[in-house]
Nanobody, 123 residues
Framework: QVHLVESGGGSVQAGGSLRLSCAGS??????MAWFRQVPGNKREGVAT???????HYADSVKGRFIISKDSAKNTLSLQMNSLKPEDTAMYYC???????????????????WGQGTQVTVSS
């Protein structure tokens, strides 16, 4: 299977910022997304961006996170600001979905994904 590659995770204090990146392996068309998951929780959709650069965000991150993409460089990014301890999770990128690009779209509908990058926010 094809995997995307995430990078940029790390450990920061509450209120800090991090910028995550995802190598798209040439598959930057259609819907692309960021998901996150912690042990004991369901995988949660964080943000999505479509071919026309329309974006959608989970209520928990609205106003704090910004998703963007650079098709020429085959990369997807997630700028994370005003981080909170509850943002601590493994973050994954996904791509290859041609349907409705909303934050409610499930993980299983995407054709490509990465192994994840850990984000830890301390209080």
């Amino acid at each position: 299977q094809v995997h995307l590659v995430e990078s940029g995770g790390g450990s920061v204090q509450a209120g800090g910022s991090l910028r995550l990146s995802c190598a798209g392996s040439g598959y930057t068309s259609g819907c692309m997304a960021w998901f996150r998951q912690v042990p004991g929780n369901k995988r949660e959709g964080v943000a999505t961006i479509d071919t026309n650069h329309r974006t959608h965000y989970a209520d928990s991150v609205k106003g704090r996170f910004i998703i963007s993409k650079d098709s020429a460089k085959n990369t997807l990014s997630l700028q994370m600001n005003s981080l909170k301890p509850e943002d601590t999770a493994m973050y994954y990128c996904a791509a290859g979905y041609q349907g409705p690009c909303t934050v409610l779209t499930s993980w299983g509908t995407y054709a490509y994904w990465g192994q994840g990058t850990q984000v830890t926010v301390s209080s």
